[in-house]
């Protein structure tokens, strides 16, 4: 179905379930059943809970969960105060349902166990068959499954996931299925339907569901292993013995996430909280069976059809080093599998919010995403891979006008609505190594395309610790194709982006009306280090923007106060020389910061205030008041030569397309050019050297890094643009 079409039927669907609360939808329907009718009146999300009988198996669960360990207070009472939240909420049938299942799983385990003491018992957390039975543990496990504290409304959702993990820190994945008679019912983590849709109360929505959710706790390697079609792939994780690698989650088991961080003292000495939580989680890509078996989707016209086939493909493309070692990483088979692990867990959708491959339809606390970065420029983020020292490329390519066809599907969509891996230059048509034209422009695949393939029709795709997802074509790290190709422009990062953990624990792109700032500890991430203990370094979540105030590429960014002197570990890049920059924003908080790669100083130390003396020396002049064209190549050249550049054009700060490159206070710092090698962590370190300084009003600021190949800088053909 054209993607159009199932949005605009979404919406129209949708929309009639939202005022007519119908559990099903019959469009010959002339009349329609007004006992379903939702009429708004006021109620808080625990009224209309404990106002319906059908919901007092959930009320009764509710009340008997608990916040936290350290509160008394049921999750129930929560839901009776004003705020924002969204409440799936299981029937008296569905909470039954689930008690029922999960009882006799543990009757079944205990009599096979009589059988065979090898077999193990299943403790599931429901030993009785009696509701009033469950334990407070149980109760507050299943009642946190089922409450987002944000108000969400499912016709603003694309599919992938509600924005914000639910209280037991968990996303919830949300489909949009199209029936047989056209209609749309939504569904929530491949197992529960939306009966009833987008209830609205004072204090957020209620969504009616016919089923318990309940997100699986197995790991990575487990989860993969149980979907009958990703044979050969989980048999190939499991020889390399990454599937050990898939099964971490707790980093730190002592980790205590209501310690708070010292005050912030530019900000009436607020005391911001420390992450939430700290557990490692992964992104998958998966080539299915049927993928693997098609011979048409590979550079050797091979039918892959079990292990041997996937390991002589694999030594192909990675050579035969470490031959019939699998668990070396030298391996081609190791080599193979450990591009498809991500050092995080990405969601299909970041239209959903925080989480996903890539930011688009992020709205809040008056920045737009919508606004600053516009379709009229691709999207993209790099992200490393457990393949030593390599990274893969993600774009959204809304520039792409060709068209696609997925998986299963007899129509066409825009090859600007994938999410692309590898996109290659030009418009996605350029190839460099032969054969690799397989292996680049490799799409991720909604889960609703994903169930379309044999075997995965109940795809589970959400691990305790990470997200599966399956891909279009068989991805392939080939290191000429990445440094003539690929990764052959001017990469920028949000310093935000470079660091896994903030992803991985629910910090970055945190949807909080309380703070607007989170502290970071010390150790909290591998690629941070503090140099001293007077370094306190904070993440600043997304604010509004302006041309005379800040202005941000993804909205967020790194805020260090104190006498700081940290370092972070740079993205790991292919060999090559490459020119590092450094975005900023001056503000009359900032300090003087002497900079150093590699232990090696970057020039002189660099004065992040906003001074009349600092503005005259950085000479920055408005494109308006420069005239030709010519005038602001030979302006934005000298600018260079003083060791600066204005911010770039793409992004935007206003709704009437002002970018960044307009505001006086945003530059990019350019440190120099360096020979970057593979194989080896190339480390920027930031020293505070204002002279005369407590460190109060000596703020670091970063809101991007670039690390751009010299080549495109100098190539005449092709010079660098202004974004």
Known sequence: MNMTILRNAKVLVLGLLASFSLATLNGCQDEVDKSNRFTFTGELISDYLQN????????????????????????????????????????????????????????????????????????????SPNLEEISDSMATEIAKNHIIEMGYKTIDINEGAFPMVTMNRRFTTLEFPVN?????TPVLNNEARIIRIDLEMENGYVQVIDAVLAPSVKMSNELLADQPSFTTFSSAVKMTGLDKYLSEYEIDPNYDNTVLGPPFQTQNNMTPP????????????????????????????????????????????????????????????????????IDRRLLYSSSTGPGGFLMEAYDWKDFSSEVNMPKSFDRYDYFETKLPYTMVK???????????????????????????INYAQDGGTRCVVPGMEHHINVVVEPASVSKKRPGLEEFNQNPLNGIIHTIDKILIYNEEEMVSNILNERMRWDIMSIFPELT?????????????????????????????????????????????????????????????????????????NYEIRFGFSMSDARGIVQMYLDGKICGIPVNLKNTTENLLFIGWTGDDELGSEEEIKEYDKAMRNRGFMKAPASIHVTKEGNSMRESNLALRKVLGTYRLASGESHWLRFKEVTENSTGKLCEFNQDYIEIVPTSIITDQRKPEDIN
């Open 180 to 184: 047989a008679d056209g209609s749309v």
């Open 394 to 420: 993600v774009t959204k390519p809304f520039t792409n006008t060709s068209s696609y066809k997925r998986y299963g599907s007899d129509s066409e969509t825009p090859f600007s609505q994938e999410i692309v």
């Open 504 to 576: 991985n624990n629910g910090v970055r792109w945190a949807l909080q009306d309380q703070y607007t700032l989170t502290y970071i500890p010390p150790g909290f991430s591998s690629r941070l280090e503090q140099l001293n203990n007077d370094t306190h370094v904070y993440y600043l979540r997304p604010h509004s923007t302006s041309l005379g105030g800040y202005v941000n590429f993804q909205g967020d960014e790194l805020l260090v106060i104190g006498k700081y002197d940290f370092k972070y570990r740079l993205p790991h890049v292919p060999t090559g």
């Open 52 to 127: 319906n009988p059908e919901f007092s198996d959930f009320c009764f669960i509710l009340d008997k969960a608990k916040i936290g360990k350290k509160s008394s207070s049921s999750i129930l009472k929560t839901l009776s105060t004003y705020g924002s939240y969204t409440c799936f909420a299981p029937t008296n049938d569905a909470i039954r349902a689930h008690i029922d299942k999960l009882y006799a799983e543990y009757i079944e385990s205990i009599e096979l166990n009589k059988e065979n003491p090898d077999n193990p018992i299943i403790f599931n957390g429901i030993t």
């Open 274 to 341: 420390v992450p939430e939580e700290n557990h490692q989680r992964f992104t998958l890509l998966v080539e299915s069976d049927d993928l693997l078996a098609d011979p048409t989707k590979n550079s050797l016209g091979m039918s892959i059809k079990n292990l041997d086939d996937l390991v002589k493909f694999a030594e192909h493309w990675y050579g035969t080093e470490a031959q019939g070692e699998y668990d070396n990483p030298k391996n081609a088979l190791y080599k193979f599998i450990a591009y498809h692990i």
